[in-house]
């Protein structure tokens, strides 16, 4: 083992491996010594520990001649330890380098994990003064050499994307066809199953939930649970171990590199909003102990404290020169590296928020992407809220970034629920939302449409449920949304009562319809298309096991929905009318035709008075073709029919200038068929559609 330490370079940061050896560099501006321990190939033994001998703009950096790849290491930070300012050191604590490639193992919540004495009578603001090194998680010096081979992107582009959001672990957990070794990894994820299904979907854009490693909370260990979301985390670019077979951090870019040759992009959800180290009380595994002022955003009157805008305990200070740098750095890394194709920022709003703490879309984060040539290469999707003052930001976000649509969420559940006066703000979400994303210049792809994601219930749930049942989560079900826009169709959870149980399949083949029909990109929840249920759990954070694993047996597999929901997927690629971004105006042109126009089931434009009736529950939506050409002709124009009454309602088809014929695609009451299966109805006829049914009529042009 080297046992001496050069100057080395300040930059690039982290542990960068060279044919001579390896240089470490670390940021620290409080820190006044810093040493890089050594460890054995297990990781329990610290063989070495060297002084960074060189500091630069406060970067301190070394390097150690002869490392190989594979080293475990970890940091120690001498400097103050004064909670009440802010500060805390702690060198009797193994950190873990922030800009770690790869760690030595998963991290679970244990005493060791804190930098003050735990039960102690001044709490936080006693430095422990105990070892903690052999408990302690490694990071792993990494070899970044890998065959990509003949990797492309996709580049798909935003109009045609159907995203997925599915977490890696779940996701193939129970799957019997995939090796038992692979099941709940990466590997996982990249075997020939698990993509058949996705192909099958027909869904473009796998958007994973966070991968970065995270820290398992000590309570949560305590009850016996897990934080198996993963919003925890503590390492920005290293694969969570759990994740990679083996143990291997290969198998990230192995899963990619197989996504991608069969078409499909990958999209990772991220946390850059906080961090796994929690408040005062919380542990100090990397940051808290490096730097804490500047990498968190700390109380102003009392900097013992952290300012939470994310309901987690602290909030990351991207307003930092440091913290932003790490951010980019990592979001660089990400792409270039490992060759992702987009992110979801978890809570962008607190990642978007200036030095005074204000929500800004010119704040430092934000004005660094909009000027990154490499980030400009991929999707970029905002979850537009937090939970700070002015923390609802729907719209807020600038040119260049899509945004999950809340209010999509919201009013389309609220119309398929029956709710009074729905129409209005629901024919607004259908049509793409433009008075949302219009005022920033944006197009329709800003709205990312979604009916349910992994936080909240299932769309199974969603029509089986009217109260979360979260007590496996052992908080007396009260965390969770207790206002969930839901109806359980007459019975709460599991029942045998054939009328509920058919009018649930109906309003889940609405809610799929309408997504897949409504302007701007749908996602799509993982497990969605096979009525995968959490028991009625909408906050399934912490329940690693079947409550949040997909169920792959013979019932879920052979479920009717499943095929549903991937031939309206390619009814929507088929029609590209419906993945139009362009705004529709409403306003009729020389041929006095428009391109979208609203009528009552009486076949006639909606008049104000029905727009303003809170007991209108039926609206008909035509989107005409010849406002979307393709290779200079016009397309196929498309007729869509609500009836969310709870009675059967005979709708009158409009007279559409130029269409002859419609032919019924879609009846979520009976079922989706071809063109040539289609029922064919003249302009101007009649068609009845059962209570609480949709309708997709297609033109019937030939040829």
């Not at 309570?219 to 985390?233: E, F, K, P, S």
């Not at 889940?508 to 996602?523: E, I």
């Not at 997927?569 to 009318?577: D, F, G, K, T």
Request: with cysteine.
């Amino acid at each position: 083992m080297p046992d001496r330490c050069e100057p080395g370079r300040p930059w690039p940061l982290g542990a960068t491996l060279t044919d001579s050896g390896v240089n470490f560099a670390v940021y620290s501006s409080i820190a006044t010594r810093v040493e890089l321990c050594l460890f054995d190939r297990t990781g329990t033994r610290e063989v070495r520990r060297l002084v960074l001998p060189s500091r630069t703009d406060d970067v301190w950096h070394g390097f150690v001649p002869g490392l190989p790849a594979g080293t475990r290491y970890g940091v120690r930070v001498h400097g103050p330890y004064q909670p009440q300012q802010g500060l805390r050191c702690n060198p009797n604590k193994l950190l873990l380098d922030p800009y770690a490639r790869q760690l030595d193992r998963p991290l679970r919540g244990g005493s060791w994990q804190y930098a003050y004495t735990l039960g102690g009578p001044a709490r936080d603001l006693a430095m422990d003064a105990s070892d903690n090194a052999a408990g302690a998680a490694k990071c792993v010096v990494l070899d970044p050499a890998f065959d990509w081979g003949e990797d492309r992107r996709p580049q798909v582009p935003m109009a045609d994307t159907v995203f997925y959001e599915v977490h890696v672990r779940g996701f193939t957990k129970l799957m019997e066809d995939v090796p038992h070794a692979q099941r709940g990894t990466f590997a996982g994820l990249a075997s020939e199953p698990a993509i058949a299904h996705l192909k099958k979907l027909g869904v473009t854009s796998v958007e994973l939930l966070p991968v970065h490693a995270f820290n398992d909370e000590r309570r949560l260990i305590d009850l016996g649970l897990a934080n198996y979301w993963g919003y925890n985390t503590v390492a920005f670019f290293a694969p969570e171990p759990r994740y990679c077979a083996g143990g291997d951090p290969n198998d990230f870019k192995r899963m990619v590199k197989a996504l991608h040759a069969a078409g499909l992009e990958v999209i990772l959800d991220v946390v850059y909003n906080h961090s796994c180290e929690g408040n005062h009380l919380g542990p100090t595994l990397f940051l808290k102990g490096i730097d804490n002022p500047a990498y968190y955003r700390l109380v102003p009157e009392d900097r013992r404290y952290y300012s939470d805008v994310t309901g987690t305990g602290n909030t990351l200070d991207i307003s930092h020169p440091a913290t932003l740098r790490l951010m980019m750095d990592s979001l660089r890394y990400w792409v270039e590296e490992m060759h992702v194709d987009g992110f979801r920022f978890d809570l962008a709003p607190a990642i978007a928020r200036d030095g005074r703490y204000e929500f800004d879309h010119r704040s430092p984060f934000l004005a660094a992407v909009a000027q990154d040539p490499v980030l400009r290469q991929v999707k970029l999707v905002a979850e537009p809220w937090d939970i700070g003052d002015n923390g609802y930001q729907v719209g807020g976000f600038p040119a260049g970034w899509s945004e999950w649509n809340g209010r999509y969420r919201d009013s389309v559940r609220d119309f398929w629920r029956g709710t009074d006066g729905a129409v209005q703000e629901f024919a607004a979400r259908l049509a793409g939302s433009a008075d949302i994303f219009g005022p920033s210049r944006r197009s329709p792809v800003a709205s990312v449409n979604l009916v349910t994601v992994h936080d909240g219930f299932t769309l199974n749930d969603l029509v089986s449920y009217n109260e979360k049942h979260n007590e496996a989560n052992a908080e007396d079900n009260r965390d969770g949304e207790s206002h969930n826009r839901s109806w359980n169709c007459g019975a709460e959870g599991e029942t045998d009562d054939d009328e509920v149980l058919a009018l649930r399949e109906r309003q889940k083949r609405n809610f799929l319809a309408t997504l897949f029909c409504s302007r701007g990109v749908p996602l799509l929840l993982g497990g969605d298309e096979m009525s995968r249920t959490q028991g009625g759990n909408n906050n399934a954070y912490c329940q690693d096991n079947p409550v949040s694993w997909f169920d792959w047996g013979r019932e879920r597999r052979e479920d009717p929905l499943l095929d549903f929901t991937s031939q309206m997927i390619a009814l929507r690629q088929e029609l590209p009318v419906l993945r139009d971004n362009r705004w529709p105006t409403g306003q009729a042109d020389e041929d006095d035709r428009i391109d979208l126009s609203w009528y009552s089931v009486w076949g006639l434009p909606m008049t104000e008075e029905e727009w303003t009736n809170p007991s209108v529950r039926c609206i008909a939506a035509l989107f005409d073709g010849r406002f979307t050409p393709v290779n200079g002709q016009p397309s196929l124009s498309v007729l869509l029919l609500f009836n969310a009454s709870d009675e059967a309602v005979m709708f009158t088809l409009p007279d559409a200038a130029g269409v002859q014929e419609w032919r019924v695609r879609v009846d979520t009451g009976e079922g989706l068929f071809t063109h040539e299966e289609a029922e064919r109805v003249q302009p101007q006829a009649h068609l009845e559609l059962e209570a609480h049914a949709m309708a997709v009529l297609v033109e019937g042009r030939d040829g």
